[in-house]
Structure formats: C-alpha cells, structure tokens
C-alpha cells in the first residue's frame, strides 16, 4: 500500500496568520492517464470530510481563495493565506492513483 | 444540489451481518463510480471499495474482501454494502463517496458498532 505521511500532525495556527501542511507519498501518484491524483479534505468536528483540493492544485467550488494546494511526484503541500476560525478541523490527504487509495494520518489545525 | 444519505447502521455481535445503504440525489447516479469509506472512531479514514457504473468493475480493500459486498440499484439512484463476518476491528461510521479516484461528495455517514 502507498503509505501517505502527512506533518505536522497537530497545528496551532494564530488568526489571520498562515498555515502549511506537507504530505510525501511512498510512490509517485502519476497515473496512467497523466493525471495526479492527490486531494485534500477538511474534516471539521462532527462533520464527514469534505474535499477542498483534487488533483494537486484545482480548488472545489466554493472553497475560499486562500487554500492552495502545489507539488509534484511524491511531495504535496496545502496551504492557508489567513487562517480563518471556520477552518478549526481536520485535514486529509489522499491518493487516488493507486489501489487501494490511502490516506495521510490527519493533520489537526487548532487555533492558538 | 448533491445529497448521499447513508442508512442501516447499528449494534451487531461479532460474526454477525448488516447491509448499508447510500440513496444518492441531485445527480445522475447511473453514470458514476461509487465508493464506501469507513472512519473507525478517533482514527483516520480507510477506503475499502468502490463499484463502477455497470456495476462489473469491482475492488475491495483487503481488509474486507471475502466478507462485504458492494453493489448498486441504478433504478432507485442507490449504493449497498453487505458487510457479513463482522469483527470488532469493522467498527465505524461508514460513509458513501460520489466516484472513485476523485471522491468528490460524501454523505454524512452511518455508525456501524460490532460488538458483543
């Protein structure tokens, strides 16, 4: 199984401030077709998760402006402009390239 | 707008059988792989099978293969699990996911407690 490796696991963030996640991959997470597919979700407290970031880079709709998601091959980061107090959960990576698809351990972002 | 309601969870004892199921609106549900996702309480997320269209492309995590079955109604938009054998370690909220590879929508989930 590709083993997705995320840190910092806890993430004490002031308002307004940035945050960055990191997420590496045992394996490249370049398909067959190309494509690379590595998603981001936010899991808030008592919610089921919802995906912010697919394939690398593309935001969903109706995800603020100020997530992003960058990397290539093996290394992946999600990052937040301004730390927002909605944003409180936590974050997942996963891979879809390769079967099964796994997911990072889960970084918990806190406000300080 | 997109909706997956999962519903069928419950008590069972070790060894014993459930069947989920996910009932999917706002979308066209015979076009589209489906998945099911578990979260074992205060633990990570575990994808464990996912169904094409058709219903003939098939996968299963390792951990459940043998023992659940995922299948699909096209007609009534909806998604099944048939989880038998279950063990301790099968305890979670179970979600659905709308497709495969990119795991766009999820519903909020079904709690599923194996236990004696």
């Known amino acids: 199984d590709v083993v997705m490796t995320q840190s910092p696991l806890s993430l004490p963030v002031t308002l307004g401030q940035p945050a960055s996640i990191s997420c590496r991959s045992g394996q490249t997470l370049v398909y067959s077709d190309g494509n690379t597919y590595l998603h981001w979700f936010q899991q808030r407290p008592g919610q089921s998760p919802r995906r912010l970031i697919y394939r690398v880079f593309n935001r969903d709709s109706g995800v603020p402006d100020r997530f992003s998601g960058s990397g290539s091959g093996t290394d992946f980061t999600l990052k937040i402009s301004r730390v927002e107090a909605e944003d409180v959960g936590v974050y997942y990576c996963m891979q879809a390239t390769h079967w099964p698809f796994t997911f990072g351990q889960g970084t918990k972002l806190e406000i300080k | 707008q997109v909706q997956l309601v999962e519903s069928g969870g419950g008590l069972v004892k070790p060894g014993g059988s459930l069947r989920l199921s996910c009932t999917a609106s706002?979308?066209?549900?015979?076009?589209?792989?489906m998945s099911w996702i578990r979260q074992a309480p205060g633990k990570g997320l575990e994808y464990i099978s996912y169904i094409s269209p058709s219903g003939t492309d098939i996968i299963y995590a390792d951990s459940v293969k043998g023992r659940f079955t995922i299948s699909r109604d096209n007609a009534k938009s909806s998604l099944y699990l048939q989880m038998n054998s279950l063990r301790a370690e099968d305890t979670a909220v179970y979600y659905c996911?709308?497709?495969?590879?990119?795991?766009?929508?999820w519903g909020q989930g079904t709690l599923v407690i194996v236990s004696s």
């Open positions: 706002g979308f066209t549900f015979s076009d589209l792989y």
């Open positions: 996911a709308r497709t495969a590879r990119q795991g766009d929508y």
